[in-house]
């Protein structure tokens, strides 16, 4: 008898499930794309970032609705933070939700939220299922909200800002995430020490960034990981960083698992004539 090996990836096998992979904050404060349709069972995957950028950024993805663009929905999907390093090349985080119904779904990135450096404010907004371009719920009515909040920040923020010579010359620098690398530029100005009460950082110790109403948490420490690979004949030795709170590999195993599938055996017919099989799990056809 002769037996046929067909690897599961070059085949759509028996599952209707899409997987729509979505890049965070790769080319700027965006989503890409930043509105797509799906159906029910489709699994929606969120990189931070899914490429390399000249400076990575501290994103999220929180669930609104169409009439509050830049607020949380109760209830709703909130992914939390991902801060990525700028000196990361790889081993992004990811966050993934699967689509349960088509009611159009509506999200926004909650960094800097309520301030004039809301990154919602500059647009940075998510939808499936929205309705089409003219429509009430388009995409494009959902983001001009945004943009329209956005705005309202900005003029907020310069009424309440004090004349220059007000400001204080020393504290905590204010970069933050987004705004020049992970805590601004340390203690700055005239004295260096940090304002009276509060708390001096330690030697190699990143000071957090407090903004009107949100404090952006310092840097992630990485720990150094060695792993020896191997795939069939082939073996190698990776090193990588790996920080608190990154997604598990996907798939768990390299090893999938083998499908037995006789063809004609009993008449003009596939046994089993239909399977339920895995990524990297082989179905072998024996004639």
Sequence with gaps: M??????????????????HNIKVGAGGLTFDPPAIGAQIGDQVVFHFPLIVVTEQKNHSLVQS??????????????????PVPANQT??????????ENTDP????????????????????VFSVN????????????????????????????????PPAEETPAGGYGGGGYGGGGYGGGGYGGGEDKPA?????????????VEGAGYTIAPEPTGTVRTEVVSVETATW????????????????SIEGSIINVDVGKDGLTFSPSQVQAKPRDKIVFTL
């Design 65 to 82: 609705s169409l009439d509050s663009p830049c607020g949380p929905k109760e209830g709703g999907i909130n992914s939390g933070f991902f």
């Design 105 to 124: 779904f509506w999200a926004y990135c909650s960094q800097a939220a309520r301030t004039p450096n809301s990154h919602c404010g500059a647009g940075m």
């Design 237 to 252: 030795t990776t090193t990588y960083s790996s920080y608190p709170g990154s997604a598990a590999p996907t798939p768990g």
């Design 2 to 19: 002769l037996s046929y090996t067909l690897g599961l990836a070059l085949i759509p096998a028996f599952a209707s499930a899409y997987i």
């Design 90 to 99: 790889d081993h992004f985080p990811t966050f993934a939700m699967t689509i």
């Design 130 to 161: 929205c309705g089409p371009d003219g429509a009430p719920n388009s995409f494009e009515n959902f983001r001009n909200s945004a943009l329209e909040i956005g705005k309202q920040l900005k003029a907020e923020g310069e009424v309440q800002a």
């Design 196 to 208: 009276e009460g509060s708390h001096e950082p330690a030697a190699g110790e990143q000071a957090p």
